[in-house]
């Protein structure tokens, strides 16, 4: 059986009343829960990563995973991808192991993995990985004016297209859209930067990095990963409706990619970039 996108539960509600002294409701009912399932990336039968992601648009995922990483340059480097049987004691394939099958000139080596740094966690410099984005990002970035009425519109239009979000209240969501903010692509997941492979993946496979004419929206905070992955798929601005690391601005603002936070509502931060005239 394919894995959930949401799953459903018996929930406690509880309820207090407004200074937080006493307990007015207490209500047990379903509730609907993000899916979160391992999904394991094999290339010509060998482990590449496991990824914990939401169950859907896995091979978008391991498109966009593979591009962002360096792997590969269009969709045709890769010949085929497909699920192979699963884990279960009796052979159920659960749609948690994709094979992903190169063409014979693109041989992934699995010493050359990942960058130096794709978390904030690692403890490598910034002067590295900023270094090291620069060797792998094959377009190069466009300059685009950061326009304050199209960017205080994106965080709503991303919403709109957040259907498990709505569901559940604890998913992420990537979108990709025109300059002028009409809408081009919408995916989710419990990871922000698997959101934002789903979306690259996605353009990738339609012919459409690089992605020099679109803007990269982020449900989340803007992190060094979510910025490296932009600047390989050619994005010129990356916008997010929470904070930006300090990773985030240095690298946004070495490569030339504008970079908008806390974009809410009528207000957002510019922390690279500059505004249009």
Known sequence: MAGRVTSNFAVTKVRLNEDRTEVIQVDTRADSVAGEEPLEIRVDGQT????MRTPGHDIELAHG???SEGHIQAARDIESAKYCEGATHDGVNTYN???VEMRDD???SLKDLRLTLTNSSCGVCGTSSIEELAKKTRYPIPHIPVDPLVVAQLPDKLREGQKQFRKTGGIHAAG?????GKRVVIREDVGRHNAADKVIGHLLMEGRLPADDLILVMSSRASFELVQKAAMAGFGMLVAVSAASSLAVETARE????LVGFARGDRFNLY?????K
């Open 272 to 276: 690279s970039g500059e505004l249009k």
């Open 97 to 99: 192991l994709l094979d």
């Open 255 to 258: 490569t030339g990619m504008a």
């Open 48 to 51: 590449l990563t496991t990824t």
């Open 176 to 180: 990709a859209f025109t300059l002028d």
């Open 65 to 67: 995973f593979l591009h």
């Open 106 to 108: 693109n041989v992934i």
